[in-house]
Nanobody
Framework: QVQLVESGGGSVQAGASLRLSCAASGRTFRTFLMGWFRQAPGKEREFVAAISWSGGSTAYADSVKGRFTISRDNSKNMVYLQMNSLKSEDTAVYYC???????????????????WGQGTQVTVSS
């Protein structure tokens, strides 16, 4: 089992930055591929970003590419999502997730993730 706890959400103005953190505990964190997803009210959960166990591979949704950066620190069992130039459409609950599979096209599919955090709210006002 892996437990994931997100933090760092909040309410900000458009154009501001936030950094989300996800603390992992339980099984060996460094073997897990990690992802960030988000879900806005009335919408389906959508892929935001993913990072391989080594950090050598990353993927981003087109809507956040160039503004968001995913990173991880395996020595601290942490994964981060740096969000810059926030827009009102970024408003959502953000979830951290983990999967045990090797890097591949499935990283964007929320159904492929085995473990989820409880989510943290990000609200961006224009």
């Amino acid at each position: 089992q892996v437990q994931l706890v997100e933090s760092g959400g909040g309410s900000v103005q458009a154009g501001a930055s936030l950094r989300l953190s996800c603390a992992a505990s339980g099984r060996t964190f460094r073997t897990f591929l990690m992802g960030w997803f988000r879900q806005a009210p009335g919408k389906e959960r959508e892929f935001v970003a993913a990072i391989s166990w080594s950090g050598g591979s990353t993927a981003y949704a087109d809507s956040v590419k160039g503004r968001f950066t995913i990173s991880r620190d395996n020595s601290k069992n942490m994964v981060y999502l740096q969000m810059n130039s926030l827009k009102s459409e970024d408003t959502a609950v953000y979830y951290c997730a983990a999967q045990e599979r090797s890097w591949g096209p499935q990283v964007v599919d929320n159904y492929e993730y085995d473990y989820w955090g409880q989510g943290t709210q990000v609200t961006v006002s224009s």
